[in-house]
């Protein structure tokens, strides 16, 4: 995979489900979501997304499939229940009695626990006192929900013939990467795939890599993914031979523009969807290797960074021209974030009505999908979707 744009083949996609029920007022916003979701409707809505990538040729697979699937392998479930058990939040006496309860729990089964988490009152019963079950409220997680696995974009990201397993920043999503990291490592259709960067360093969360061109790599860093991470990235890539050039661009470290795809996504060969607000302050450093020592230089303005390392005289942005208020609620509410099935063709929320007629009248197609409810947990279209193949873009 190496572009944005080049035609989707496969991607990876999670249904929401039974995590999205744990969601309430009170841990909302630890978890990342900024209300409560309507579970049935999310589904559904989720449904029609996948019917329009089926649509569009594209293969869909399942996180929660590809995640039973992968348990078969002894080894899997054995990671998969060390990384769920948290001995220090439970005792021995309980992570114990979970642990073998887990063990012995089938592939679906204990998939569905690792994502929807487990409450202390659903806990395994077992003989004894224990202070942490009299202590603890009923309600209180043994295991946490994973609720943001829904947006399979950040917890991997493939370039070129690689995948890599990121590792995110907010305690609420660094359990998603024990998990795609198992179903890379132990699934039957997986199991070859090489590795770029591993998930033990620095954060880098998916939603900030943007494959600009063949070799030509945009690394968003701001709230999620660290100078550091960018940079131990950006190494590990020149060292594979999967990129010659890597853009990192400075994003405000806040909620509205957490990863580099809230801003701007690629609708084209050469032709982004950017948030009009921050069109002439973005700006990038550009990283090469020469002699394989790190070269940074700038920053300059991204636009010109991105053309010049391209190799084309101009990245076009999608004049959305959209009054500034208009423009801040459609940014927030994803309008920037595009996922292309094919160059000039990407899906879109539809309540995004002004960016997208704007992406229309630039001659983009767009297939508008519902996101009242998936929209919640702050991502679109892009934060949706893992794409794991795409075809070659003709040179
Ligand atoms: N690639 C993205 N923009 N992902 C959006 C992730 C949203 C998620 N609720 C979070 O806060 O992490």
Redesign the pocket.
Known sequence: MESEVGPLQSVVLHRPGAELKRLTPRNNDQL??DGIPWVDRAQEEHDAFAEVLRGRGVEVLLLRDLLAEALADARARAAAVHAGVDERRLGGDIADTLRSHLGSADDATLAGVLIAGMTFEELPAAEGASLVRRMHHPHDFAIEPLP?LL?T??SSAWIADRVAIAALA?PA?KRESALTDLIYAYHPRFRHASRAYGAHSAPVE??DVLLLAPGVVAIGVGERTSPAGAESLARSMFADDLAHTVLAVPIEQQRAS??L??VCTMVDTDKVVMYPAIRDSLRAYTLRATDDKLDVAGPSPFLEAAADAMGIDRLRVIDTGLDPVTAEREQWEDGN?TLAVSPGVVVAYERNAETNARLEEAGIEVLRISGSELGS???GP??MSCPISRAALPR
């Open positions: 990342l979501f943001n947006f974009r950040d907010m999503r998916g939603g957490m990863h795809d809230t974030n947990g702050r991502g892009r934060c």
